[in-house]
């Protein structure tokens, strides 16, 4: 292997932040010399020309460039910085585009038909895994599917015999990893008793356990157990039945159709996992999603790992086939906390992806992997005004010089990160829209837990309704840098919303430097494929 | 309280109690309660509703008056609390799961639920009177609790409130046990489990990428309840 090579691209990186990160006050010079030596070192820069052994596709759903800074913000603030100087791993990647995110039938789409567009090369309608445009909605018919189903970079990874693998956060049956190994007219489809009566097109599970030839999936971590298992047993950690009507216990057929196969539910279990005796693996680690990186160690009952340790044991499983493999790793929490319009946990999910990329970047060759970082859509999240440099990124906006925080023209203090909709409006929000349950007063909203005497404490905050804002609200540091805060929003719904605006995409290894300047989304599948090589 | 009916109360030696092994054991009951919202000036009813309730050893359930709108608490075996909203209409349950409990703001204690107050709560609020309601001792209790006055008759064998009144910005919300009965022998029947498991199941953490969906347009500009 060429070391010079191997260095470069985080090389690249580090001179961009070098002699900052750490410089609390860099002189003229830094600054000059810093992105002199930027530029060199890109001008050294050797694209990897050859084939890719190995492509492993990162999707942090839902992080768009606004969420990209912030968390690099955050991560740099954690460790002491001031924050904007900081890179997150995949940040020091030397190439990168700009990925337009359009469906067929969408401006602002869904995670279906982007990761559909990214896995096919073809992109397709709203909520549409893996099927072309002439597949209606919800199509039930598995023959109609089936004539229509767009052969994915993971399928044609396995045609190969190369190993391949999925792992998210989200439910392994959710659009994203979905997308990679299942073709469907509806992303909800996920077990068979969520199909209406009479549709024959498999459910997802079942689509991603009966994928079986060359050995079928070798890994898969996430969450989703009761899509997996039949209504007459129980969920091992919760005790909650689970959702198959058709009374397979997919769990064991994964054992039983796969050699050296394990199946795991828990943290224990997965460090027990040798992946050096254990070719096939599956890992459900709750019945739905995983927990958010920030609950996840503190609320879990039964332990699960992070989005790190599940790259790294699935690389370690998948690397022991010469011929490569295809691993997709999803953050798929990022969107959820964004929908629910709380940034802290959008961040904090996005600086595990990073730590999950650096895994990926320490256990591989650059020389013979490709590692792509990218989103399926944006989020309607804004980093405004005019903070200070350092000041904290989910803190109230304090300018260069001030010494108390900014305010508006009522005179009110206001937060650099905010959400064009959603449910941090900050009127006087209800349960119901004959508002009839008031859930919080006018102003700062957040993940209270109701206490209160006669609170079942099902009442959260789970708005469908507003009273018109009257103003803004007197925050407070305290107020927006709490966990459970929910940043303002101008139009109140009841989820933040997905957002139209590109992507970005980082790359490094082989055939990285095909990603250049703004570029429709599948065209992410074609440079997968010409660096494995599957267009020759 | 002068509104309550409690025809059955009498038969509450007969109730089969619900196991509970963390508490004492809860009688399984069927109970039809009304909310009021009154004016404090002239008395008058703002708002009124009736909703039912049923709790056995493992559930608790409710259901508004329409029929529609209900929720479902279930103790797992592992001593989890499982819950969900149901939209009978739709034969759609919304689920919450464990791992998003904190992004809800949803948090769950059984004794609770199962009693529509917890043991401290009814604890901090000072016996003013004991009386007998249909053969049953109840006890007349008053307090503040979070800086809200609160006033609770509360029947002991039962383990629920008969009516609950606190003051809300200058409104009186009075919550009235209306009839109580053994939950066999109720004419109102709470869903079976088997029912709504059959229900099409959403997680609630995916509506926000269930824009489309028809249901869910539809729940999340119409719907909501709490008791």
């Known amino acids: ?536 | 309280m002068h509104r309550i009916l409690l025809s059955l109360f009498a038969l509450i030696g007969m109730l089969p109690f619900a196991a509970a092994d963390d508490a004492a054991a809860l009688p399984e009951v069927a109970c039809r309660y009304e909310m009021r919202v009154l004016g404090t000036a002239h008395g008058r009813v703002n708002a009124s509703r009736s909703w039912y309730f049923w709790r056995t050893g493992s559930t608790v359930q409710t259901r508004d008056d329409d029929g529609d709108h209900g929720e479902i608490w279930e103790r797992t075996d592992k001593n989890v609390i499982a819950y969900r909203k149901l939209y009978h209409q739709d034969r759609t349950a919304v689920e919450y799961a464990p791992a998003d409990r904190a992004i809800h703001g949803l948090d769950f204690d059984w004794q609770r639920l199962a009693s529509m107050l917890a043991p401290k709560d009814l604890e901090a609020l000072k016996v003013s009177q004991r009386k007998t309601i249909n053969g049953e001792p109840a006890e007349l209790r008053k307090g503040v609790i979070g800086g809200q006055e609160l006033e609770v008759t509360w029947l002991t064998q039962t383990r629920l409130p008969a009516s609950i009144k606190k003051t809300v910005q200058g409104e009186i919300h009075l919550l009235e046990l209306q009839e109580l009965r053994p939950i066999e022998l109720a004419p109102w029947h709470p869903t079976p489990i088997e029912t709504i498991d059959a229900y099409r199941q959403i997680d609630a953490t995916d509506l926000g990428d269930m824009e489309n969906d028809p249901f869910v347009k539809k729940v999340l500009h119409e719907n909501g309840h709490h008791h």
Not at chain 1, 168 to 183: D, F, K
Not at chain 1, 332 to 338: E, N, Q, T, V
Not at chain 1, 376 to 392: A, E, L, Q, V
Not at chain 1, 487 to 492: G, K, R, T, V
Request: aromatic share 8%; hydrophobic share 35%; net charge negative.
């Open chain 1, 1 to 536: 292997m060429d070391l010079l090579r191997k260095a470069l691209p985080a090389a690249v990186a580090a001179l961009v932040t070098a002699g900052i990160a750490h410089a609390a006050d860099p002189t003229p010079q830094d600054w000059f010399k810093n992105g002199q030596a930027t530029v060199k070192a890109s001008k050294k820069l050797d694209p990897v020309r050859s084939r890719a052994k190995n492509v492993i596709l990162f999707i942090g759903d839902g992080m768009g460039i606004s969420t990209i800074t912030a968390s690099r913000i955050y991560d740099g603030q954690s460790k002491g910085g001031h924050g904007e100087e900081n890179s997150l791993s995949f940040e020091k990647f030397p190439y990168s585009a700009l990925s337009k995110t359009y469906s067929v039938d969408q401006q602002t789409p869904d995670s279906a038909p982007t990761m559909t567009a990214m896995v096919t090369g073809v992109k397709t309608i709203g909520d549409s895994l893996s099927v072309n445009q002439y597949v209606a909605h919800s199509e039930p018919s598995a023959s109609v599917v089936s004539a229509n189903r767009l052969t994915t970079i993971l399928e044609q990874a396995k045609a190969r015999r190369l190993s391949v693998g999925v792992v998210s956060t989200a439910r392994i049956t959710h659009a994203t990893p979905a997308a990679c190994y299942a073709h469907t007219a509806n992303r909800d489809w996920e077990a068979d008793s969520d199909k209406p009566d009479g549709a024959t097109v498999p459910d997802i599970a079942a689509q991603l356990i009966d994928f079986n030839f060359n050995g079928g999936i070798d890994v898969a971590l996430g969450g989703g157990r009761t899509r997996f298992i039949p209504n007459t047993k129980l969920d091992p950690e919760y005790g909650v039945k689970g959702k198959r009507k058709d009374n397979r216990d997919l769990t064991q057929d994964w054992l039983a159709t796969r050699t050296n196969a394990a199946y795991v539910w828990n943290l224990a279990d997965f460090h027990s996992v040798d992946p050096n005796k254990v070719d096939h693996l599956l890992g459900l680690f709750e019945p739905s999603h995983l927990h958010y990186e920030a609950d996840r160690v503190s609320s879990d009952k039964a332990g699960e790992p992070s989005l790190t340790e599940m790259t790294a044991k699935a690389i370690q499983i998948l690397q022991k086939n010469g011929k490569g493999y295809f691993l997709m790793v999803e953050a798929g929490r990022i969107d959820h906390a964004h929908h629910a319009g709380n940034a802290y946990r959008a961040l904090t999910d996005t600086q595990q992806l990073s730590e999950a990329v650096q895994a990926a970047v320490n256990a591989t060759d650059p020389e013979e992997t490709l590692i792509i970082v990218t989103a399926d859509h944006s989020h309607t999240f804004t980093i405004g005004g005019y903070p200070r440099r350092g000041n904290p990124i989910l803190g109230l906006i304090q300018g260069v010089g001030a010494t108390s925080p900014d305010r508006d023209l009522m005179g009110l203090p206001y937060t650099t990160l905010n959400y064009a909709n959603g449910p941090g409006y900050t009127g006087a929000s209800y349960a119901d829209g004959k508002k009839a349950n008031p859930l919080q007063a006018a102003g700062p909203k957040s993940f209270t837990i109701a206490t209160a005497p006669w609170a079942s404490g099902s009442e959260g905050h789970l708005p469908n309704a507003y009273d018109p804002a009257t103003g803004r609200p007197a925050l407070t540091q305290a107020i927006v840098q709490n966990s459970n805060y929910l940043q303002e929003s101008i139009i109140p719904l009841n989820n933040e919303t997905h957002a139209a605006e590109d992507v970005a995409i980082l790359a490094t290894g082989p055939k990285a430097y095909l990603f250049r300047g703004i570029i429709e989304q599948n065209v992410i599948y074609h440079v997968m494929a010409e660096a494995f090589g599957f267009n020759h």
